[in-house]
């Protein structure tokens, strides 16, 4: 299938979501304030079950927390991620070569994770019986992380969705110094990318959309 032209110096909604990848690789330069408040404020836009609003948001500027998170961040990818690596099959739309590259700057993330100059780490209050910590907590949450990795992008910041730190919930939970009840759905470490923004890589819809039932192709695909 054709995929779309991609201007990366628009800021057209398309060319935009087109070009959010996970920027692993951050400058240590300081974000200024105003745009972590812009990133917020698009965060803050998106959908949320019954418009509850029971997200919060904490942006992590201390040097000591981010390095007790890292500790998690990093003993999660030595212990689970780094050794299953080799086994997992390439993603749809990437080849051996490019996954290789992304496990590298994964590598780098965690071994840098403390050294972006600030996250957003995305909560959820549990206490409110509204929001079951079940499968649909997230679904108020995410919509939000996503607005802001777009909204980064857009203003030129690298930034990545992050859930790592989750492998040891409880110990990086306490890193961050929650609150009772207040649990943690994804770190944003947010700098200024050292590399350059570029497409993102998928597979073919065709492997992924179905008409009215799984299995079915949609002749429409094949067209665009
Ligand atoms: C639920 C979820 C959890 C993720 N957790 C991490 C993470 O802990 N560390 C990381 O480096 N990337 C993480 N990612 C980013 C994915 O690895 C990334 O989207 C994928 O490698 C594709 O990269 P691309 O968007 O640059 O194409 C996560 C993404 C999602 C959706």
Same mark, same amino acid.
């Given at each position: ?8 110096s ?45 997200w ?32 997992n ?17 994964? *590598?780098?993330?965690?071994d ?12 959820i ?7 079951p910590?079940d ?22 910041l ?11 919930? *409880? *110990?990086?939970?306490?890193?961050l ?42 002749s ?5």
């Amino acid at each position: 299938m054709a995929e779309l032209p991609i201007d990366l110096s628009s800021s057209n909604l398309f060319d935009v979501l087109y070009t959010t990848r996970a920027m692993r690789r951050l400058k240590p330069d300081p974000v200024p304030d105003d745009l972590v408040v812009k990133i917020l404020e698009a965060g803050t836009r998106a959908a949320n079950g019954a418009n509850l609003q029971s997200w919060h948001f904490v942006v992590v500027k201390d040097a000591a927390i981010k390095e007790a998170v890292q500790v998690w961040y990093k003993k999660a990818f030595d212990e689970f991620v780094s050794p299953r690596y080799a086994d997992n099959p390439t993603p749809a739309g990437s080849t051996a070569e490019k996954y290789h590259r992304q496990h590298l700057a994964v *590598e780098y993330l965690t071994d840098h994770f403390h050294k972006a100059p600030v996250w957003i780490v995305a909560c959820i209050q549990h206490d409110n019986p509204l929001i079951p910590p079940d499968r649909k907590a997230g679904a108020s949450i995410y919509p939000a992380v996503q607005n802001m990795l777009l909204a980064a992008r857009s203003l030129g910041l690298g930034a990545s969705l992050t859930t790592r730190h989750l492998i040891f919930e *409880e *110990e990086s939970e306490k890193a961050l110094e929650l609150p009772l009840g207040m649990h943690s759905y994804a770190i944003i470490p947010i700098g200024y990318p050292m590399g350059n923004f570029g497409p993102v890589g998928r597979g073919d819809l065709r492997e992924f959309v179905s008409l009215d039932r799984v299995g079915q192709p949609w002749s429409a695909l094949d067209k665009a």
